[in-house]
């Protein structure tokens, strides 16, 4: 598999774009999974699925887990500075696709989560690749549920369940980040 140095590039620069049209896309599917898709849905409330025994979340927190991922794999392919664009535009996108009530909320749990993924990765990502993603995600993901419950509903009701529905997008796509992992190091595909 001889390619140029160019062809490396291009390659590896394709994919980050991937990675970063998966993590805009993250953002607009997870505000719609939340009105739509659940065993449980509710006229004034997000729509909830099961998460582990006795544990509901609303949807959308599914998708959120895989984000944490996603912006971790930009941030390898394409570097700190297209990361950190995203997290800026990922932020008003958010703010803007909330409902009214929700928009403070969502927009600061979604920029200070990914900037707490962003500085617990970028220290890791050298040291191992997974290692990197889960540790950063789990501390994404914690800063997000908590800010954002206390922000949108004064309290922690439910943050076990948002928890555990990140975490489970986390835990279910490290498979692939070390098979990605792996491949990198035979292509000789290096972080940015």
Known sequence: MARGSGGLVDSRRTEGFLYLAGFGASIPLSNWMIGHVGVVCSDTGPCLLPVGPGLLAPSGVLVVGLAFVLRDLVQRRLGKG???????????????????????????????????????????????????????????????????????????????????????????????????????????????
Do not use: C, H, N
């Open 82 to 192: 297209w990361t950190l664009a995203a997290i800026a535009l990922g932020a008003l996108l958010s703010g803007v696709l909330a409902p009214s009530a929700l928009v403070v909320a969502s927009s600061a749990a979604f920029a200070v989560s990914e900037l707490a993924d962003f500085a617990v990765y970028t220290p890791l990502q050298r040291r191992g690749l997974v290692l990197a993603v889960l540790a950063s995600s789990a501390v994404g993901l914690v800063v997000d549920s908590v800010l954002f419950l206390k922000l949108a509903f004064g309290g922690l009701d439910f943050l076990a369940g948002q928890v555990v529905g990140k975490a489970w997008m986390v835990l279910l796509s490290l498979p692939l980040v070390s098979w990605l992992r792996r491949r990198d190091e035979r292509l000789g595909f290096e972080p940015a």
